[in-house]
């Protein structure tokens, strides 16, 4: 994505970039670059397979799988835009980012980041269609409907993130290019400006309460409302049959969520003096949850799992059935 920029001096070049300066005062920062970088295969791997496996069974080519995918997809998206970008910064010190990547990298981080809110928030409105209202969910909840949402959660991000990310690339930048982080992020950037910076702070607020707020407020209010129906359900294995299905979904939410607070109060409270110490632990918080959102959701779906295990035993089973004929 290229983003339009106009500066409001001559001081500026587009040519101009930024300088990544995180990690500087860590001791075991290649160790760090190392739990990223396992933490980013196992990301494409854990994802791929869960794509693959929906892919492959029709059986699994339904609303609730759609919204799962569209997770995958912005898992997957969400640790590429952060993780590969960091090897050659904070390996091979080459730390200059230009004035174009670097805003391009801002838009699609905090992109990305924002979906994981939606995304989750779909697979909520999915549970509770298919707890509140099971046989209507097929006419309620189609595959196109389900991809309509998709796209129209997709355009809404893009319009809550273009603006802010376009705003700070017509800052003027007159003076440090040293961004304090991993990434360019929208705040350590727009903070080097040399004007007056309230509105864009404002701006950015109110966008980060908006996409976290919002999809955690509409969650909350959709598991009120599953609990209050599965309450009235006369029978008790219907009942943990109810919880069980929402249980990985409430794993998911925590999974992203609790990081997220654990690190703002972290930040705001300044509980970690060390700088650096704080963006690795913002770093890792970030790229966990993609991580791990597909094995938590193999591992708990029952129908899911078993697609899973019948894919890897494929393999074995051509094997012994090559090793049989050539025996015989």
């Not at 295969?41 to 994802?47: E, K, P, W």
């Not at 006369?234 to 969520?257: G, M, N, P």
């Not at 779906?301 to 025996?327: G, M, S």
């Amino acid at each position: 994505m290229t983003f339009s920029v106009a500066f409001s001096n001559g001081t500026n070049s587009f040519n101009e970039g930024f300088y990544l300066t995180a990690f500087r005062t860590l001791a075991n920062k290649n160790y760090l670059i190392l739990a990223l970088a396992i933490i980013y295969i196992v990301t494409l791997l854990g994802n791929l397979v869960l794509l693959t496996v929906v892919l492959m069974n029709s059986s699994l080519q339904n609303p609730k799988y759609l919204a799962v995918c569209n997770l995958a997809i912005v898992d997957i998206s969400m640790n590429s835009v952060i993780i590969p970008q960091m090897v050659p910064v904070f390996v091979f010190n080459q730390n200059y980012v230009s004035f174009g990547a670097c805003f391009s990298q801002m838009f699609f981080m905090h992109f990305f980041g924002d979906m994981e809110s939606f995304a989750l928030a779909l697979l909520a409105y999915d549970r509770l269609i298919a707890i509140c209202w099971p046989l209507r969910y097929s006419t309620i909840n189609t595959n196109l409907r389900m991809l309509l949402i998709i796209v129209g959660i997709w355009s809404l991000v893009v319009l809550l993130e273009i603006f802010p990310v376009s705003l700070a690339a017509r800052l003027p930048y007159c003076g440090s290019r040293e961004v304090n982080s991993c990434c360019c992020e929208h705040s350590p950037v727009y903070r080097l400006a040399c004007t007056d910076i309230s509105y864009n702070r404002q701006l950015a607020t109110a966008k980060t309460l908006t996409v976290l707020l919002g999809p955690l407020s509409f969650i909350i209010f959709t598991y009120v409302i599953i609990v209050v129906a599965v309450t009235r359900i006369a029978s008790i294995s219907q009942r943990r049959k109810a919880f069980h299905t929402c249980f990985t979904h409430l794993l998911l939410v925590l999974l992203y969520y609790m990081p997220v607070i654990v690190a703002y109060v972290l930040g705001n409270l300044r509980l970690v003096p060390n700088v650096d110490l704080l963006t690795s632990i913002l770093t890792i918080s970030v790229t966990i949850p993609p991580m791990l959102n597909p094995i938590i959701y193999s591992l708990k779906t029952d129908e899911l799992r078993d697609k899973i295990f019948k894919l890897l035993r494929k393999p074995k089973v051509a094997q012994q059935i090559i090793k049989n004929e050539a025996n015989g």
